[in-house]
């Protein structure tokens, strides 16, 4: 197989000095990512420093208050209806939830984005790209069940397939590892690093399970209080010498990240 | 030493008290058993006689301290703060190891405290222009949904709108023909209170046959509309808002939005159709029934002949009435499922958000129907049609 040499170099998702508030709080303020086209780049930081509303921003579902994300060397929030609705059936997403459709079959639920975009698709075709599909993430057999009848990690596998039906150039995964027990979790680490090899996808991995990640990933950027605190290949991020990038890669409990949320003074709680 | 399991085990009353050993070195005996299951002795007293005449020292002394649990601690921390602000040296030696790590805990610092900040009650002044700006508000996002749900409907025309048929057949069955019973029950009656009402006026000038006529214009040009309207909001409008706000809390309209789905064609615009095009058939079948709840009450109660009140009500009648509640129904069919949809599309991202947004779907649907109600019968009345 041939490498397009100009496909390792430019980056597939490129973002400047992105700027974006959430009433009073400032979520970013002006941060630089580049995501390379073909590898795995986790986005990684603490519980509320704004990953899922990344996500969020490069699917061009929030505006940012400053700054740029481009897909392809489009503008995402420059693009038209239309137009963004075309990028996104080119990125998958996903969620944290699975957020499949509820009153969908599995089956249906994998052949909805099919159905939706490509109505002139016989049957057959789309029963058997379902099958496929559901086949990669291990549930053909569970092709019948209703989104209730399925465990988390299963619901998060049926959204994968169906975050997949389109063959996206991007696929975008919110928290894959959260709440998941160690053999899905082991199953979901195998299965994006499959996906994102044999199909010539882009993944970014939004996520804070510092291990699996460190493990899967080909890029890092670790964000906190809106900033990018580092960067690096899992190796770099490793030798960093940066106190916050070491409590939090090793998840100490002292360091640069305080334990307490600011809170009143005490004298208010405790004395009288 | 320890925590108490079971509140049964407690034996010795829990007692603080100060042991004056030197003017330089006062002790606190802390003795007994502290359990939340019964009530501890408090600090106060113990204040006054401290800080008269603050020693160089305060020691614990715990030897007679049976079982305790963190009311002890609550005691303690008080005590070293109060030390603290007097100048008194706090010993806690004397303190069990359990404890003195408590301790250690409880005086842990955090970040910098910040003030907290102050909610202070509104005034009546205060609170109405809050409403106010939220009623401006709500009918500047009303108009642009509204807008939005057109511009889908001429996507749709050109078929170009990514809209699924089924849904709009399911949706025109679960809120028109499913509706019927209660609309039934409720215009019926409604005919009923009318034509009640306008008897007994109407018998003491002697003309009770003008209650079909008041009947039959009331339901035709106005009530029917509206009757179904806010049966309509409360059944139909509210569901839409729990049901796309279920599907915003499960993240399900994110899919769809990532999967390149407009929510705005997927789902508002079915729902949006399927009231358009039910609210005005169901305002037509409750005029039917407003009226013969009106020929009831006039026949049995006003003792009217079933064929003169029928005569009387087709007589008053003209398709200007007619089209006057048409027109009014489609429009809070239209607001219904903008309200609806708009307030479920809003949703937060949890089960109580969820609550909020179908109590807003129906308020919101019931002031719009009325501002509606109001705008149209001047409109009608400028182009002539009343």
């Not at chain 1, 075309?86 to 009153?103: E, K, P």
């Not at chain 1, 916050?244 to 100490?252: E, L, R, S, T």
């Not at chain 2, 398709?319 to 429009?331: K, R, Y």
């Amino acid at each position: 197989m041939t490498q397009n040499l100009s496909s390792t170099t430019e980056p597939l998702v490129r973002i400047r000095g992105l700027v974006f508030c959430r009433e009073q709080r400032v979520i970013f303020d002006g941060i630089d990512i580049d995501i390379a086209q073909g590898k795995i780049t986790a986005i990684m930081g603490p519980s509320g420093t704004g990953k899922t509303t990344l996500l969020k921003l490069i699917g061009g579902q929030l505006l940012p208050d400053a700054g740029s994300i481009e897909v392809a060397g489009d503008n995402v929030h420059q693009l038209k209806q239309r137009p963004l609705y075309r990028l996104r059936q080119r990125m998958g997403v996903l969620f944290q939830s699975g957020a499949l459709l509820t009153d969908l079959s599995v089956f249906e639920n994998v052949a909805f984005p099919l159905r939706e975009h490509h109505r002139r698709l016989p049957e057959s075709i789309v029963r058997r790209l379902v099958l496929m599909k559901l086949e990669a993430v291990g549930l053909r057999g569970a092709v019948a069940l209703m989104p209730n009848a399925l465990s988390g990690g299963m619901a998060r596998r049926v959204a994968l397939a169906r975050a997949m039906v389109l063959d996206p150039m991007l696929m975008l995964y919110d928290e894959p590892f959260t709440g998941q027990d160690p053999i899905s979790m082991g199953v979901l680490m195998r299965l994006i690093h499959q996906l994102n090899d044999a199909s010539a996808m882009t993944s970014i991995l939004v996520s804070h399970d510092v291990n699996e990640t460190l493990q899967i990933a080909d890029y890092l950027y670790l964000i906190a209080d809106g900033q990018v605190m580092a960067h690096g290949t899992p190796q770099q991020i490793a030798a960093t010498a940066s106190p916050w990038v070491d409590q939090f890669i090793h998840g100490k409990p002292d360091g640069p990240v305080q334990y307490h949320y600011p809170a009143p003074a005490r004298e208010n709680d405790f004395y009288h | 030493m320890g925590y108490i399991i079971d509140e049964k085990m407690t034996t010795s009353p829990p007692m603080l008290k100060l042991d004056h050993i030197s003017p330089q070195h006062v002790e606190l005996i802390i003795s007994g058993t502290w359990s939340l299951y019964q009530p501890s002795p408090e600090l106060d007293p113990l204040i006054q006689p401290l800080t008269a005449a603050p020693p160089a020292q305060l020691s614990v002394n715990c030897d007679a301290l049976a079982r305790w649990d963190t009311t002890v601690l609550a005691v303690v921390v008080a005590l070293s703060r109060l030390c603290q602000q007097h100048n008194i040296q706090f010993e806690t030696a004397g303190l069990p190891a359990g404890l003195k790590a408590l301790l250690v805990m409880a005086e842990q610092g955090g970040r910098a405290a910040t003030a907290e900040p102050k909610h202070p009650t509104p005034s009546f002044l205060h609170r109405s222009g809050l409403d106010f700006i939220d009623l401006a508000r709500s009918t500047g996002e009303m108009m642009a949904f509204l807008g939005e749900g057109m511009l889908a409907l001429l996507r749709l025309l050109q078929g170009r709108a990514q809209f699924s048929r089924a849904d709009l057949w399911l949706i025109i069955q679960d809120s028109g023909a499913d509706a019927l019973p209660i609309v039934s029950l409720v215009s019926f009656l409604v005919g009923m209170i009318l034509a009640y009402i306008g008897d007994q006026q109407l018998a003491q000038f002697g003309a009770r046959i003008y209650v079909a006529d008041l009947v039959a214009l009331a339901m035709v040009i106005q009530m029917g509309a509206l009757i179904t309207a806010i049966v309509m909001a409360g059944r139909t409008g509210a569901a839409f808002a729990a049901q796309l706000g279920t599907m915003q809390v499960n993240e399900e309209i994110d899919a769809l939005r990532t999967l390149g789905i407009a929510p705005m064609e997927y789902l508002v615009l079915p729902r949006m159709l399927a009231l358009i095009l039910m609210t005005p058939l169901l305002a037509i079948y409750a005029n039917v029934l407003g009226m013969l709840g009106g020929a009831m009450v006039g026949t049995l109660v006003g003792g009217l002949n079933l064929n003169a009140y029928l005569g009387a009500t087709q007589a008053v009648l003209a398709w200007n009435h007619i089209a006057q509640g048409l027109i009014s129904a489609t429009v809070y069919g239209a607001i219904i499922a903008a309200s609806g949809c708009l307030r479920g599309l809003q949703c937060g991202r949890n089960a109580q958000a969820v609550g909020q947004a179908t109590t807003s779907a129906v308020v919101t649907a019931i002031v719009f129907i009325v501002l509606a109600a109001a705008v149209l019968t001047i409109l009608f009345d400028a182009v002539g049609l009343s």
